[in-house]
């Protein structure tokens, strides 16, 4: 590209310019265009979630729902509340969705084919992807509305807190691959990680969905408390604007989430033909498929677990998934010392050993954890029966379950 | 190269910001403009509005935003580590042990205090 470029009398400079931009604007542009395809594929499947058919007049199948939506929202007319503060109220939905496609600055789509490897990518990813809680309070704020301010003060608590289990979880799989940089994390997974370090994902997951805002975390819109949360006073495209920021937040979790331990383009042996045949896509296409699963069961969670109230969301943040993700990296961290020559593996079967002993040491790990836990809860429940009499059924007991059962 | 690399990152910035106020101004000038002052009014269920929103908040979400910029400060300290963890000898992990350890007193010592129950 860059070759060619030079070739019809561009200057060197310019010419990587150019090929830059290009670059950029086919992947924020993919971002896009996977964003109607992908709000409609959510919605279908809540729909089939919640037992009825979702989105099936417009189109074949509804596929083009999301464009009517589109044009309909696009020809909405734009309210701000009156007392609003308008720069930050402006502001905000475009840095919803600045936060998210940032991201995907580095993703690497197959070998080679990543728009740009950074030395420190997990840190890049942690820093941008903590600008859309910077995005939600700015919304929260600037509405001149009560419902919206309350929305974003528990934001404040909620993606804040959580982002520490996140990260913590992110470092397994730096320490494991000895580098920050996306593109060595995966070819280092010759096994991919979430068979060697399952704990890590169920942390990473859980966390991530805290940070997204969704079921079971949605407390920062929460309906039936506070209305629609920050987002209240928007309406029309800048509505839009954080609906968008949200399904692509969800989804580049997806993405994230098959890069870090799902072994992103890595596809059981495929990634070889990559090279062989010349075809970056086939690291494409599997990245996708990946992170379509784990999107898929991002949205299943959400569709399947009632909300959480404030303090026990912030109880399973501080006193359940903080404790477990140190222990985690400490465990991990003793278990990779154990093993010999792990800076040096570099084929499946100096993989294979070493993961062997992570898995052993996770299964350990969730033992432990479950015996902790189940002897917590046998001593929440003595105590609540010690104050209201025997529960019955345990779902039942629940609403009467104040803080602290940890789970 | 280290050059392109931000380069790069500030294409995908200025793209960042033009993908979604595109849209935003493309709606603000296709739509419709009656504003009036019911409409504009803050929504609170359709009751009017009493008192100053920008109210006074919950001590505890203080208490949080602390607790969680320890760890972020933590975690900073973390990631160096972890990336060189391969080369370094027994010795880093024991160090970083007794590290995290401190950390882990600091939020047992917030735990027993109470100040992680929500009232």
């Known amino acids: 590209m860059i070759d060619f470029l030079k070739d019809i009398g561009f200057s060197h400079d310019l010419a990587v310019l150019v090929a830059k931009s290009l670059g950029v604007f086919v992947v924020g542009g993919f971002g896009l265009l996977w964003t109607l395809l992908g709000i409609w594929l959510e919605r279908k499947l809540a729909g089939r979630f919640q037992d009825r058919l979702g989105p099936n007049r417009v189109g074949p199948v509804g596929l083009v729902q999301s464009i009517a939506d589109t044009v309909k929202i696009i020809i909405k007319e734009d309210i701000v509340p009156e007392g609003a503060d308008r720069w930050v109220f402006n502001i905000a939905p475009v840095l919803s969705v600045m936060a998210v496609i940032l991201i995907w600055a580095v993703i690497p789509f197959g070998p080679g084919l990543v728009g740009v490897d950074l030395s420190v990518g997990v840190g890049y990813i942690v820093a941008v992807g903590s600008l859309g809680a910077i995005a939600v309070v700015m919304a929260g704020w600037s509405s001149n509305n009560k419902f919206a301010l309350l929305g974003a003060f528990r934001s404040v608590a909620q993606l804040i807190s959580y982002e520490v289990p996140m990260v913590l979880a992110l470092l397994v799989p730096v320490l494991l691959a000895g580098s920050m940089r996306l593109q060595v994390i995966i070819e280092q997974q010759y096994i991919m990680y979430l068979l060697a370090i399952p704990m890590t994902v169920f942390i990473f997951l859980t966390s991530s969905q805290a940070e997204l805002g969704r079921g079971p975390f949605d407390l920062l819109e929460a309906e039936s408390e506070i209305v629609a949360g920050f987002h209240i006073e928007y309406s029309g495209m800048k509505f839009g604007m954080f609906y968008v920021g949200e399904f692509l937040h969800a989804f580049t979790v997806g993405v994230l989430t098959s890069v870090f331990f799902l072994g992103g383009w890595r596809f059981f042996g495929l990634e070889d033909l990559i090279v062989i045949l010349g075809l970056p896509v086939i690291g494409f296409l599997a990245l996708i498929f990946k992170s379509l699963l784990a999107y898929i069961f991002l949205i299943w969670v959400r569709m399947t677990l009632p909300r959480l109230r404030i303090d026990q969301l912030l109880n399973l943040n501080w006193k359940f998934l903080v404790p477990l993700s140190l222990i985690n990296l400490l465990v991990v961290a003793f278990v990779w010392k154990l093993i010999p020559d792990t800076d040096e593996i570099d084929s499946f079967g100096d993989a294979f050993w070493p993961s062997v002993a992570l898995l052993v040491a996770n299964i350990a790990m969730f033992v432990g954890m479950s015996v902790v836990l189940r002897e917590r809860g046998r001593r929440e429940r003595a105590r609540i029966e010690a104050l209201r009499g025997p529960v019955d059924d345990p779902g039942m007991g629940t609403n009467a379950v104040p803080a602290g059962t940890g789970d | ?119």
């Open chain 2, 1 to 119: 190269m280290t050059v392109h690399e931000w380069l790069f990152i500030g294409l995908f910035f200025a793209l960042g910001w033009m993908l979604p106020t595109i849209p935003i101004v493309a709606g603000k000038l296709l739509g419709p403009k009656r504003p009036n002052k019911i409409k504009q009014q803050t929504y609170e269920c359709g009751i009017e509005t009493v008192g100053n929103t920008w109210v006074q908040f919950r001590a505890q979400y203080y208490v949080f935003a602390l607790v969680f910029v320890v760890f972020d400060v933590e975690l900073i300290f973390l990631f160096p580590w972890a990336m060189a963890y391969n080369k370094l000898g027994l010795f880093a992990l024991f160090e970083m042990t007794v590290f995290i350890l401190l950390l882990v007193v600091a939020l047992v010592y917030t735990w027993r205090k109470g100040a992680l129950e929500w009232e």
